[in-house]
């Protein structure tokens, strides 16, 4: 997940959203969790990082980059 924008050329892949439905039967979810489940749905559509994660009531929004240079990734 990154803070700013990243120095590196990049593209954006898709903005998505990770929310925690269905898992507030098992009880409270942790805001860590709900990023985490985010970044797998990121890493399966191919991308490298989350830019301009957003934190709702019961999720998360952000959009998925990929980095165009293979050296470069910050």
Wanted: hydrophobic content about 40%; some cysteine; overall charge negative.
């Amino acid at each position: 997940m990154l803070q700013e924008h990243p120095t590196c050329p990049f593209e954006e892949l898709a903005i998505i959203s990770g929310t925690a439905e269905g898992w507030w039967s098992l009880g409270p979810v942790s805001s860590d969790a709900v990023v985490r489940a985010t970044s797998k749905k990121a890493r399966r559509l191919g991308g490298h990082a989350l830019l301009g994660v957003t934190f709702e009531p019961h999720g998360v929004t952000a959009t998925v980059i990929r980095f165009t240079q293979d050296d470069c990734q910050r």
